[in-house]
């Protein structure tokens, strides 16, 4: 299979700190990728950088055929991102915040309300404040834009965070609902028993660098 991400001894600062200290790491089209470790391993700033936002300082990375290290900005429209800050307006309701990532990243009213009505939030909390949310409706409104936009690689930081047990569910079955569409995840996660479930492949981040494989399974 093509490789959507393609990572040769990649390194990226945090000011003077190596996050990243020659990552070396593939990831075929199609693969759900879980990355596991410690905290301060490395894994939410490797999903920045695939996302583009996050310069890589020395090495090889490329994502999507967007050659990072030349310019990352391109890679930036192609790739969805689900980070610990939803990045929400407050202002705007849950609807109007769906309705608008979607309309910047190019997709249209239609494939945001479909967001809404696949996370279930097309009923009452549509029109409600993203101020007013709780912390899992706010969880559930950021998946809603990552679903709406239809990325072609997803990056989900702890995507069952704040969730109770039918948003975990629905996150997995989101995650196996992208790949049947073409796309790709990777997610990094600390709850292994459920991720590792879902994953075809475990990759382990220690100390900034990808330490090995674990439970490889073939993409199916």
Request: net charge neutral; glycine share 10%.
């Amino acid at each position: 299979m093509d490789a959507v991400v393609r990572f040769r001894a990649a390194v990226c600062l945090l000011g003077r700190f190596p996050a990243l200290a020659g990552v070396d790491l593939d990831v075929a089209a199609g693969e759900i990728v879980l990355l596991q470790g410690p905290n301060g391993a490395g894994k939410t700033t490797l999903l920045r950088a695939c996302a583009g936002l996050v310069p890589v300082v020395d090495g090889e990375a490329s994502v999507l055929g967007v050659d990072l290290v030349a310019d990352r900005r391109p890679v930036r429209p192609l790739v969805g991102l689900l980070g610990h800050s939803t990045g929400l307006y407050d202002d705007l309701s849950v609807a109007e915040n769906v309705r608008f990532w979607s309309r910047a990243g190019r997709s249209n009213r239609a494939d945001a309300d479909a967001a809404l009505a696949r996370l279930g939030l097309d009923g009452r909390l549509a029109g409600v404040p993203v101020a007013m949310l709780s912390a899992g409706q706010r969880r559930r409104t950021a998946l809603a834009i990552l679903v709406a936009r239809r990325a072609r690689l997803w990056l989900l930081d702890e995507p069952h965070a704040a969730l109770d047990q039918g948003g975990r569910d629905l996150v997995d079955s989101l995650m196996a609902d992208a790949v049947a569409s073409d796309a790709t995840v990777i997610f990094a996660s600390h709850e292994l028993d459920r991720a590792r479930s879902v994953a075809h492949r475990t990759v382990t981040v220690a100390g900034g660098t990808v330490a090995g494989l674990l439970e490889e399974a073939p993409v199916v």
